[in-house]
């Protein structure tokens, strides 16, 4: 699969966000700035990237070899609460400021469904990109993710603007805002094949 395809069908196409419903609860959580939706993004960006590279090497060098594929699942959890756990230890250690910064972001990013969900996607039925691959839709994957929580932000902005019915207001909006993206998205199904 060349690399364009793999870019704009993860991107686009099979968002995560809007195909598989990844990361809802975070993207209603933050879409309140551009600033925190970036930043939410680009942490999710880096764990995702340690997270699947590492993953690559074990399920190739180990879990096919030795035929235990259905330990999947659980080493993914473990190796993404492992990892998150050594990057906030290291802002920690090196960069109090930043830890501060960046705190809540990570207890929100070890439970959010779009880390392990990508990672299951990018590892879907044993059959793995090679690494270049698996890194550039780990990445594009994420900026996918990233490109919904902007539009949620603006929009969310442009709604608090408006007169929302009372009942509608908040969470409500927000997820029928969603729907009609994925709707929008699912338009461009059939360019690329």
Known sequence: MDLFKIIFLAIFVNNVALTQFLGIRTMLGESNNIASSLRMGGIIMFLLILVNFVNYFILKY????????????IIFILLIILISQIIEFLFRKTNSKLFKKFTDYFSK?????????????TFKNNIAFNLIQNLIYTISATAGYTLVLLVMT???DHLELTRTPEGMKGIPISLI?????????????????
């Open 62 to 73: 180990f879990l096919i070899p030795l035929q235990i594929q259905f330990f999947q699942l």
């Open 109 to 121: 990013i070890t439970t959010s469904s779009i880390v392990l969900g990508v990672c299951l996607l």
């Open 177 to 193: 805002t969603i729907g009609l993206l994925s709707l929008a998205f699912m338009g461009l199904t059939g360019i690329i094949k």
């Open 154 to 156: 603006g929009i969310t």
